[in-house]
């Protein structure tokens, strides 16, 4: 099983997390997206029309894109994924809900300040983005406020999920004091087998100059 990514990636961050709580040995092979690697006609002809990362290849030839779309796969028939069909629901409910109000919001908007793209947009379009970032943790928190995870009271993909770009919304300014259910959460989910530590830095050909 291959994986295409990029070690930056908090989308491919949920990848990694999950094949190290499943035990699941891998091949990593890098893409450097900012080199356009993922814009070469190979990769957007077999690997993904979109041009991004990450990407898995469970077997010669077969390529998944989408992060949570490959979580979905990685786990079924695993603990990870309950059988019973209304809380699978539930875990794509996070799992929607983390790429329409989570990842758009925390993770662009932290893309743009740790790589020198804030500046080349409006101050209201940043903000905008965090604010809609901050929503989405409020959300998080009234609900872990009544649970400790967020599917059926026990870790599940869901959780992995959710948990990639919500513990770096300190790197927007959201301060995870004000989230304190959230809170509790992150390091409920940290404390899980297969935890893998910090995201990559984004590397120096990431970064648009001053002038
Ligand atoms: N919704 C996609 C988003 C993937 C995505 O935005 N990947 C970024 C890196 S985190 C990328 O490959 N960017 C390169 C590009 O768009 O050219 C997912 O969850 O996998």
Same mark, same amino acid.
């Given at each position: 099983?291959?994986?295409?990514?990029?070690?930056?990636?908090?989308?491919?961050?949920? #990848? !990694? @997390?999950?094949?190290?709580?499943?035990?699941? $040995?891998?091949?990593?092979?890098?893409?450097?997206? &900012?080199?356009? *690697? /993922?814009?070469?006609?190979?990769? #957007? !002809? @077999?690997?993904?029309?979109?041009?991004?990362? $990450?990407?898995?290849?469970?077997?010669?030839?077969? &390529?998944?894109? *989408? /992060?949570?779309?490959?979580?979905?796969?990685?786990?079924?028939?695993?603990?990870?994924?309950?059988?019973?069909?209304?809380?699978?629901?539930?875990?794509?409910?996070?799992?929607?809900?983390?790429?329409?109000?989570?990842?758009?919001?925390?993770?662009?908007?932290?893309?743009?300040?740790?790589?020198?793209?804030?500046?080349?947009?409006?101050?209201?379009?940043?903000?905008?983005?965090?604010?809609?970032?901050?929503?989405?943790?409020?959300?998080?928190?009234?609900?872990?406020?009544?649970?400790?995870?967020?599917?059926?009271?026990?870790?599940?993909?869901?959780?992995?999920?959710?948990?990639?770009?919500?513990?770096?919304?300190?790197?927007?300014?959201?301060?995870?004091?004000?989230?304190?259910?959230?809170?509790?959460?992150?390091?409920?989910?940290?404390?899980?087998?297969?935890?893998?530590?910090?995201?990559?830095?984004?590397?120096?050909?990431?970064?648009?100059?001053?002038?």
């Amino acid at each position: 099983m291959r994986l295409y990514d990029c070690a930056a990636s908090a989308n491919g961050y949920k #990848l !990694r @997390h999950v094949l190290s709580w499943l035990g699941r $040995p891998y091949e990593l092979i890098p893409v450097d997206i &900012f080199a356009g *690697e /993922s814009h070469t006609p190979d990769f #957007l !002809r @077999h690997k993904n029309p979109a041009g991004r990362i $990450p990407v898995l290849e469970p077997e010669p030839g077969r &390529f998944l894109a *989408e /992060s949570n779309a490959i979580l979905l796969f990685l786990t079924a028939d695993t603990s990870l994924l309950p059988r019973d069909a209304f809380e699978r629901a539930q875990v794509h409910q996070w799992l929607f809900f983390e790429q329409n109000c989570v990842e758009p919001n925390i993770g662009t908007a932290r893309f743009w300040v740790l790589t020198g793209r804030a500046r080349l947009h409006h101050p209201d379009v940043l903000r905008v983005r965090v604010e809609a970032g901050r929503a989405a943790l409020t959300t998080l928190e009234r609900h872990l406020q009544h649970e400790d995870f967020l599917v059926g009271g026990r870790p599940t993909v869901a959780d992995i999920g959710l948990y990639a770009y919500a513990h770096l919304a300190p790197d927007v300014g959201l301060a995870l004091e004000d989230f304190p259910a959230v809170s509790r959460w992150l390091a409920r989910v940290k404390a899980q087998p297969g935890h893998i530590g910090a995201l990559a830095p984004y590397p120096a050909n990431a970064m648009v100059s001053a002038t």
